[in-house]
């Protein structure tokens, strides 16, 4: 059974930093795809930024220049987020892709004060 717990939430000042952490139990593919994704209530689930297995990555142009997403020996994701602004306040989740599947946290609240 695959789990994803993440850490590292909390509360903010505008400007400010933090960094999530997902850690995965259970089996994934090797080359599964691992993503943070966003949402705020009553909108829809955004991705924020994803890595592949090769190192790969992508991001949301609202969040490049500003976070950093990395992994470590197929199994955690890390979401360095930087200079950080009211708008990034939401809740966030950890998703990895894998065998056509898709894992999710139970999600992490984030809060940007200004």
């Known amino acids: 059974q695959v789990q994803l717990v993440e850490s590292g939430g909390g509360l903010v000042q505008a400007g400010g930093s933090l960094r999530l952490s997902c850690a995965v139990s259970?089996?994934?593919?090797?080359?599964?795809?691992m993503g943070w994704y966003r949402q705020t209530p009553g909108k829809q689930r955004d991705l924020v930024a994803s890595?592949?297995?090769?190192?790969?990555t992508y991001y949301a142009d609202s969040v490049k220049g500003r976070f950093t997403i990395s992994r470590d020996n197929t199994k955690n994701t890390y979401l360095q987020m930087n200079s950080l602004k009211p708008e990034d306040t939401a809740v966030y989740y950890c998703?990895?892709?894998?065998?056509?599947?898709?894992?999710w946290g139970k999600g992490n609240l984030v809060t940007v004060s200004s």
């Open positions: 998703n990895v892709k894998s065998y056509g599947i898709d894992f």
């Open positions: 890595i592949a297995s090769a190192g790969t």
């Open positions: 259970g089996r994934i593919y090797s080359g599964s795809i």
